[in-house]
């Protein structure tokens, strides 16, 4: 077990140092969002290394790595040649000469340790011992899957949105985004416990611990609250889209005379526009305001 920890440990301290290196001399911290996804996919591929192979930890190696490239693919996509992402813009101004090693700390290290622990499923399954899969764990692929295509298509649809010039200062309301105001993230947060049911049988359920971070910070750090903490102030005219529209879990739409009655939704959190979406990176430092 300590193997399996021990070389993802290190696997991820090695690419959070090398990011934090190249960051400093492209003046660009944003690059630390590239590597969110492929962290993930390097602990996988590490831990089922270091540990025993078998089936099940196979099969958790490759539904990571689906998941992670295609969100460190995405991301690269979307960012490239935007520059650095405005909240770093603002800390290397607060920190001035102290930014490089604040940044170290306050964002590769965080985002480094996060990975450890969002991960656990994963390395515990490695570490564990050969259990034959067994329903659980295809209801896990299944729940898994449920929360990639939300993910993958909530993105698709915001980014056709986005490209076209007359939907500027618009809410994104179709499709997915109907039903949930962030279907991206539920699709992240869906995506995590999936793979949680998967490594139950043979990482125990000390994995648990990886979902219930992921889904804290999803719902309450950086994530939802993050995003929508300052939409009101910015875009008031847009209400409605909240009163009728699921904050997180997909639900109907409630009808416009609903809506009046009841504007409380599933948080006290407001609504985005085009500019305003999110897509489906979830990592501490949230970049998911791609205006």
């Known amino acids: 077990m300590g193997a399996v920890f021990g070389a993802s440990a290190v696997a991820v301290i090695v690419l959070m140092f090398v990011t934090w290196v190249a960051s400093v001399f492209l003046s660009d911290v944003s690059i630390v969002d590239l590597v969110w996804g492929l962290a993930f996919v390097i602990v996988a591929h590490t831990a089922r290394a270091a540990g025993d192979p078998n089936a099940r930890i196979d099969l958790l190696t490759a539904l990571v790595t689906v998941w992670g490239l295609r969100l460190s693919g995405y991301l690269l996509w979307r960012n490239w040649g935007t520059g650095e992402d405005k909240r770093y813009v603002a800390m290397r101004k607060r920190f001035g000469d102290k930014f490089w090693w604040f940044s170290l700390i306050q964002t590769f290290a965080l985002q480094g340790a996060l990975v450890l622990i969002v991960s656990l499923p994963v390395q515990l399954t490695a570490a564990g011992d050969d259990v034959a899969l067994g329903w659980v764990a295809w209801l896990g692929v ?25 939907n500027e200062g618009q809410v994104m309301d179709k499709g997915l985004w ?42 309450r750090v950086s994530g939802v609250t993050m995003l929508e903490r300052t939409i009101t102030k ?58």
Do not use: C
Request: avoid cysteine; glycine fraction near 8%.
């Open 142 to 166: 299944a729940v898994w899957l449920v929360g990639f295509t939300f993910e993958t298509v909530g993105d698709a649809q915001l980014a056709r949105f986005k490209a076209k010039p007359e």
């Open 178 to 219: 109907r039903y949930t105001r962030h279907p991206n993230y539920f699709g992240d947060f869906t995506v995590w416990w999936g793979l949680f049911l998967v490594s139950l049988a043979a990482g125990g359920w000390w994995g648990i611990i990886g979902p219930i971070v992921m889904s804290t910070f999803l719902l």
């Open 234 to 291: 910015r875009r008031p005219g847009y209400a409605d889209y909240i009163a009728r529209t699921s904050t997180f879990f997909p639900w109907p739409p409630k009808s416009s005379s609903a809506s009046e009655d009841d504007d409380t939704g599933d948080f006290d959190t407001e609504s985005f526009v085009a500019e305003d979406a999110p897509d489906a990176s979830s990592a501490p430092d949230s970049k998911d305001d791609p205006s």
